[in-house]
């Protein structure tokens, strides 16, 4: 909603910037009876309208009409907008406990609604109410609470539109964060969050809210006495007024402030030139809290020159406007200047009287159990903002560690296809060379042909197993979880054995099968060399037939000879050992492949046995698919053998 932009600007209203205020009864009443001929079906045009106007003193009835059709409706989000309006209305006609009344009922309504904008808003209007009000640790606490609410919405979520609107509530947040601390005496903070705000409106190309934001810095090099830093950023900002044609309300803030630098450096002349000129200007447009400051500003002036009745007629009327409006720091700044100008006038019980009220209301915002609070919520804001931050930073990198696993597991998929129509495309080849086998000339071209494809298929496969690997192997480096890193690299030897096969395929003319005794050496060496193996380390004794064994067998015979060895480095030699031995055996013998594996290391233990190991499961699997009898004896090291049944000798 608009209005709730508009809202939030009653910030900078009170402290450099309102619209022009000026409108005539017969316009209020002309909105009036719309929404009776409409029956209130443009609610939120007219709560827009005087949003935008700052809610002049006849504009009440418009609201309350509203409301009360909602209440009576049960119309709950046109109730929650009603109560904000009317919180506003309150708090720019300075009724700041009917403000903070109506606020209350506001959130009453969005307790269980999910408007994270409107919430913060609603916080940040009730730290303007209580920083006026004098209470600067419940100021301090909403406007805390209003960033925090801000900061955690995901922004992924919102429209293009509500990012924008978001990026505004912050801008005034920070303006309003920043007066508070200014007020408080935390000039480096209110300096820091002057500068995000001002960086902030330029990069919306808000001229608007930045000339306003250099008027409020102005102000705050003021306190801080760097005079001529402080004019040089109010001349800029009155040039950017100028130039976007701002209200004369928007510039009187800025000369008042220019004003302030002159009476600083003692130029009476400027000062108080300035002072005339703005001071009829705040009280033809009824702004009370510009006029107030104003006054007090122009009564220190007097003092300052020792027109001491003068100070008092000015501060008297700035101070009885504040006690009217509830305005705690105007009240205090007026009382310190009468009882200045009434001690100078030697009238010393007015002068204490009024003393005594400025020390009052000074030790009412400033004692050190509110400094004490202020500063404890600050810093458990600042602790838990860097507590959300570092826990996104972390969700983020898990995600990014998801992401790449699982791009690897689609790649691991496609490869299985790929095996899958490789091993289709070789059965089907074989089935037509029995068809064709009559067919010499043809079978042999054929032949040829598919050789070469089938070398290139075995060649592509190859390579694409070994990137694969290399692919494990980066991860498994960059994985701080140990026990992930390690199943990645496992993953990666097991690549790289069925890699191996398809080397040896395409490197021999035997397009089918693979020498056994070759693979196994040239295997047991590749994981060896894995696992930084040295052969003078552990011995490896390698005792098998010379024999062609199809891709069916071969395949699921290495992977289980990998897992055997990977287990064996891994676990059988826990400590050195001179006369470690690793040996594999496969033999042919009464009709059946016998392999074993077999170390002399600590041996296998049965209550260290993880059933649901995956190694474990895929040697059951591989032997069930070799029709294998699986047999693991344990006596001065481990001992596993398969009697395989299902095999191809070509």
């Known amino acids: 909603m608009k209005k709730y932009f508009y809202a939030i600007l009653l910030f900078f209203s009170i402290y450099g910037y309102s619209q022009e205020n000026a409108i005539s009864n017969k316009k209020i009443d002309s909105i009036y009876q719309n929404l009776s001929k409409n029956k209130l079906n443009k609610n939120i045009q007219a709560l827009d309208l005087i949003g935008k106007l700052n809610y002049p003193k006849n504009s009440k009835k418009i609201i309350t009409k509203i409301l009360e059709s909602s209440l009576n409706n049960n119309q709950s989000k046109q109730i929650i907008d009603a109560y904000y309006s009317l919180s506003n209305y309150y708090f720019f006609n300075l009724k700041l406990d009917s403000s903070l009344i109506a606020l209350e009922k506001t959130e009453f309504y969005l307790n269980k609604k999910s408007m994270p904008l409107l919430k913060a808003s609603v916080k940040m209007t009730k730290g303007g109410v209580y920083q006026r009000k004098g209470n600067i640790v419940k100021a301090n606490y909403n406007f805390l609470e209003s960033l925090n609410i801000l900061n955690k919405i995901d922004t992924l979520t919102l429209s293009k539109k509500d990012r924008i609107k978001r990026k505004g509530k912050k801008l005034v947040l920070f303006n309003s964060i920043a007066i508070f601390n200014k007020n408080t005496e935390n000039y480096n903070k209110a300096k820091s969050y002057y500068n995000k705000a001002y960086k902030m409106a330029l990069k919306l190309g808000n001229k608007r809210l930045a000339g306003i934001l250099l008027s409020n810095q102005g102000d705050l090099l003021i306190k801080i006495k760097q005079y001529d830093e402080a004019l040089s950023v109010l001349e800029k900002s009155k040039k950017i007024k100028n130039e976007i044609n701002a209200p004369p309300k928007s510039k009187g803030v800025t000369d008042h402030n220019i004003a302030l630098v002159y009476t600083a450096l003692n130029d009476y002349d400027k000062a108080i030139t300035i002072f005339n000129n703005i001071i009829p200007l705040f009280k033809s447009q009824n702004n009370t809290a510009n006029l107030m400051y104003s006054l007090v500003g122009r009564g220190q002036l007097y003092n300052q020159n020792k027109k001491y009745k003068e100070a008092i007629a000015d501060c008297e009327e700035s101070y009885n406007l504040a006690i009217k409006s509830d305005e705690l720091e105007y009240q205090s700044a007026s009382a310190k200047c009468l009882a200045n100008a009434y001690k100078s006038l030697n009238n010393f019980e007015k002068a204490y009287y009024y003393q005594a009220k400025y020390l009052k209301f000074k030790d009412s915002i400033f004692n050190s159990k509110n400094v004490k609070k202020i500063t404890q919520m600050q810093m458990q804001y600042d602790f838990d903002r860097q507590s959300e931050l570092k826990e996104i930073e972390i969700k983020n990198k898990e995600k990014q560690n998801k992401l790449i696993i699982k791009n690897l597991l689609l790649g691991l998929v496609g490869l299985t296809l790929l095996l899958g129509l490789l091993y289709k495309f070789y059965h089907d080849r074989k089935k037509n060379n029995l068809i064709l086998a009559s067919k010499n000339i043809q079978i042999k071209k054929a032949l040829d042909d598919n050789e070469v494809l089938l070398k290139e298929t075995h060649h592509r496969v190859k390579n694409s197993l070994q990137m694969i690997s290399s692919l494990l192997y980066l991860q498994s480096e960059n994985i701080e979880d140990k026990n992930a890193a390690a199943s990645v690299k496992d993953g990666q030897i097991r ?149 395989i049944k299902r095999f191809i000798i070509k």
Request: proline fraction near 1%; hydrophobic fraction near 40%; avoid cysteine.
């Open 495 to 643: 690549v790289k054995s069925m890699a191996l096969i398809h080397q040896k395929l395409y490197q021999k003319d035997n397009l089918t099968g693979v020498e056994v005794s070759d693979y196994i050496n040239d295997l047991a060496e590749s994981i060896f060399q894995s696992h930084n193996i040295n052969i003078n380390t552990i011995n490896l004794h390698i005792d098998v037939d010379k024999m062609v064994l199809d891709i069916d067998t071969i395949t699921p015979i290495g992977i289980i000879i990998n897992e055997l060895i990977v287990n064996a480095l891994k676990h059988a030699f826990t400590t050195k050992k001179s006369d470690a031995l690793i040996s594999i055996s496969l033999h042919k013998k009464n009709g059946s492949l016998l392999l074993k594996v077999a170390d002399n290391g600590v041996g296998f233990m049965p209550e260290k046995k993880k059933e649901k190991s995956f190694g474990l499961k895929l040697i059951n699997s591989l032997s069930r698919k070799l029709k294998a009898d699986l047999t693991i004896t344990s006596n001065n090291g481990t001992l596993v053998e398969l009697k």
